[in-house]
């Protein structure tokens, strides 16, 4: 967990990818604890990997 103030940024394993998630900072799941997310689909930001430039 990283905590940023106003939030925290949480990496979560999906599969066999990590994301990283964006939470308030009231929340803080243990290591290894099963998380449900959801999403808005207009606050998503995805980066290339390599060069890190957004896509979309």
């Known amino acids: 967990v990283e905590t940023m103030g106003s939030y925290n940024i949480i ?6 990818e990590t994301i990283k998630v964006r939470t308030a900072p009231s929340i803080v799941p243990d290591i290894g604890e099963t998380v449900s997310i959801g999403f808005d689909p207009g606050g998503i930001n995805i980066f290339d990997q390599e060069t890190g430039d957004s896509v979309a």
Request: glycine content about 16%.
């Open 11 to 16: 990496d979560v394993k999906l599969g066999d």
